[in-house]
């Protein structure tokens, strides 16, 4: 029962596969310095979506991460993988004051009255508020820590001293990952935009991460200048410590928690025998898209799909663009062919309160359209007003103290309301406390 299930990675772009057990497999092999537009996804064995009940879901769902694969190739038995789970929690408990624990997920009662829903339908949301550092994205990052820890307890790190770890964000993605080097000691640069919120900046450096802020250089190409000095530091020897897919694949293996936790816990609370499927709808708020992809890629494991809308504001949405022409390349089982006839920054990024799901390119795209597809979902593109009124009404009625970035899905629901039937279920994520 504690055999682990993933066997690899394969990329969907170029086909190149590679084994579990190779160490600082962050990138598809044929990635380039000037091209990252490849796409690696597990390869996994089928096994029935099942919860060791406890709290942590990285122990609980430990023989699902890749990350498990990695050390039970390397000989690891199933208690000293645990174990080495536990020992790093209890670091970053120490200085993020939780672990990770199951974050709540609720029918919201209130919500879904005010948005008309029936007794059968309704609004469920899942609070991701009070996890590591405020958000879901310290999730995404964990294994990507694990695998290095392992790296290097394992004698697979040949470092003398141990490189930095690099990210260009200046929200929640920065704050996790600046909180979980903090808990191992690991110098961290983080690349911020000019301006960036002076807050979390100030947490940053308390954090005792390097920040970098990056103006657009003259010689830039197009797309951030963040993401171009990250890149400049990796090829430089920097560890990507990314919440993008391209950049280190890893981070898709522990975003996926957040959809077995939903998938389980949506099955215990909402039993449907004509559907069999306990959600109809998910909209999940897109920036680079490794969220939604990896919600959706874990919640598919418990053989149920809700349809998943993307969630992009008007101000910046590369996704619908891509949706629509690759709906005319041959749809999303060609997209991964048609990368830069679909994909490419957003011109002209405007401005909204939901600023941390501006990214210019939706980096994960390929898997989001996948799962769009699949789903029979299809991507939402929400005005400024229904970025504010989803705030508003999101956590008003529910008590949650979200950022408009982290209510956004729900905005995506206020923007197709009408073509939602009262008795549907649906759900949303409210993630990044509002700071
Ligand atoms: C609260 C919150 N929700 C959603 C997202 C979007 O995640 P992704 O960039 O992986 O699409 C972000 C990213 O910054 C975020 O901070
Ligand atoms: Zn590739």
Redesign the pocket.
């Known amino acids: 029962m504690d055999r682990p299930l993933v066997a690899g990675w394969q990329?969907v772009?170029?086909?190149?596969s590679v084994d579990i057990a190779q160490p600082f497999t962050w990138r598809?092999?044929?990635?380039t310095e000037t091209d990252r537009r490849?796409?690696?996804q597990l390869v996994q064995g089928v096994a029935p979506l099942l919860s060791t009940g406890e709290p942590n879901p990285f122990l609980a769902f430990r023989r699902y991460l890749a990350w498990d694969g990695f050390v039970a190739a390397h000989g690891l038995t199933p208690a000293s993988r645990h174990a080495m789970v536990a020992e790093l929690d209890t670091l970053v408990a120490s200085v993020a004051g939780t672990g990770f624990v199951t974050t709540p997920f609720e029918r919201a009662d209130s919500l879904s009255e005010a948005l008309g829903f029936g007794a059968d339908g309704g609004v469920w949301v899942k609070d991701e508020t009070h996890n590591v550092a405020g958000s879901h994205k310290a999730r995404h990052l964990f294994t990507i820590l694990l695998h290095l820890r392992a790296a290097e307890q394992l004698g697979l790190a040949r470092w003398a001293t141990r490189p930095p770890l690099a990210i260009a964000s200046c929200g929640n993605a920065a704050l996790a990952a600046a909180t979980l080097a903090a808990a191992v000691s690991w110098p961290i640069r983080v690349f911020v935009p000019v301006g960036a919120n002076p807050a979390v900046v100030a947490r940053l450096h308390s954090l005792d991460a390097h920040v970098v802020e990056c103006p657009r250089l003259p010689a830039d190409p197009p797309g951030d200048p963040c993401v171009h000095r990250f890149r400049e530091a990796v090829a430089q020897g920097a560890v990507p410590f990314s919440v993008q897919g391209p950049e280190n694949a890893w981070c898709l293996d522990g975003g996926r928690t957040i959809g077995w936790e939903i998938a389980l816990q949506a099955g215990e609370q909402i039993s449907d025998e004509v559907s069999r499927r306990p959600l109809d709808r998910l909209f999940v708020q897109v920036g680079g898209g490794a969220f939604a992809a990896s919600v959706a890629a874990g919640y598919r494991m418990s053989g149920a799909t809700p349809s998943l809308h993307a969630v992009q504001t008007e101000a910046c949405a590369p996704l619908l663009r891509a949706w629509d022409r690759s709906s005319s390349l041959g749809g999303a089982g060609q997209a991964a062919a048609h990368w830069s006839e679909c994909m490419w920054p957003w011109e002209h990024v405007g401005n909204s309160a939901a600023d941390g799901i501006l990214d210019d390119e939706t980096y994960d795209w390929l898997p989001v359209l996948g799962a769009m597809a699949e789903s029979h979902g299809s991507p939402v593109v929400v005005s400024e007003a229904h970025v504010l009124q989803a705030n508003d009404l999101g956590c008003r009625t529910t008590g949650i103290d979200a950022s408009h970035t982290g209510t956004a899905g729900l905005a995506g629901l206020l923007a197709v309301r009408d073509e939602v039937r009262a008795d549907e279920r649906v759900a949303v994520i409210f993630s990044g406390i509002r700071r």
């Open positions: 990329c772009v170029c086909g190149a598809c092999p044929n990635a490849h796409a690696m």
